[in-house]
């Protein structure tokens, strides 16, 4: 990322969601397992990177993540644990892993050992769970207290979610409604905007939202990418998915509301994503 970049697009769900998180050398560090959101006047930002079973457990349901959960808590040192986000400013870019600076790298190393337990004797126990993209993390853990005397690296760059924040989870899925009370698709994507600072990525706005009354083309991309796969099938799922539909958020009501659902304002014209 060069300074003076302009604004970027990233659908945070299909960019950002399970993806790798990669050292500046290489290393796999683990993989997104939610993503902060915090309100900022009538805006979202996106705020921060959330890793480990702490913030897996969010998108799990029912009792299922209410169990993951209680087993990490259980088994964590800290006396008050809470997951660990790496703030977006550690970003340094994304493609088809998100890569973060050495400092949000070395921090990450800390939380290994716990981390890795987990996902090998709990999370990779559970139906369809796996690792992101099949690898483990490659670095090995740091002991506490090894990062001191390090000269020249900053304070660990992690740290617990912000107040009031929402993790990305708390938002998909929920139903929109339109202004009358009819059901109109559950949401599926949030497409937020930002520009690099130098080598750092700013927070991202949360620009629109995207819904779907139909999942599985939207959870591989095929509603908000129009280049996602072959041309034959584009065409196919353009069809198949040809009520999803894309709105600005600020025409949306409930964001806020952890568990309500979402209402369209009498102002807002949804359109399909593709032809955002």
Not at 20 to 43: C, S, Y
Not at 80 to 108: G, K, N, Q, W, Y
Not at 215 to 241: C, F, H, I, K, N
Request: glycine fraction near 10%; proline fraction near 8%; hydrophobic fraction near 40%.
């Amino acid at each position: 990322m060069s300074a003076g970049a302009r604004t970027e697009t990233h659908d945070v769900v299909l960019r950002l969601l399970d993806h790798q998180l990669v050292a500046p050398d290489g290393a796999l560090l683990g993989n997104v397992d939610d993503v902060e959101l915090v309100e900022h006047g009538t805006r979202w930002l996106v705020t921060g990177l959330m890793v480990g079973p702490a913030a897996l457990s969010q998108r799990m349901p029912g009792r299922l993540g209410d169990w993951l959960y209680a087993v990490w808590r259980r088994l964590h040192p800290a006396e008050h644990p809470t997951p660990v986000v790496v703030p977006i400013e550690h970003v340094l870019r994304f493609d088809s892993a998100v890569h973060v600076d050495e400092p949000a790298a070395h921090a990450l190393t800390l939380t290994f050992g716990l981390e890795l337990w987990l996902r090998k004797h709990v999370v990779g126990r559970l139906p369809g769970a796996r690792e992101a993209g099949g690898e483990k993390p490659s670095r090995r853990p740091v002991e506490p207290g090894a990062e001191k005397g390090r000269e020249g690296l900053p304070p660990a760059p992690t740290r617990a979610p912000l107040d009031g924040a929402l993790g990305l989870s708390a938002l998909i899925g929920r139903q929109v409604r339109d202004a009358h009370g009819e059901p109109q698709g559950r949401v599926t994507e949030l497409r937020c905007a930002g520009r690099p600072r130098g080598e750092r990525q700013e927070p991202l706005r949360v620009e629109s939202v995207v819904y779907s009354r139909r999942l599985l083309a939207s959870e591989l991309g095929y509603s908000v990418d129009r280049q996602q796969g072959p041309a034959l099938v584009r065409r196919a799922v353009r069809t198949w998915q040809h009520r999803d539909r894309l709105v600005d958020v600020a025409l949306l009501e409930g964001v806020g509301d952890v568990d309500g659902e979402l209402r369209l304002r009498d102002s807002a014209r949804p359109r399909h994503p593709h032809d955002a």
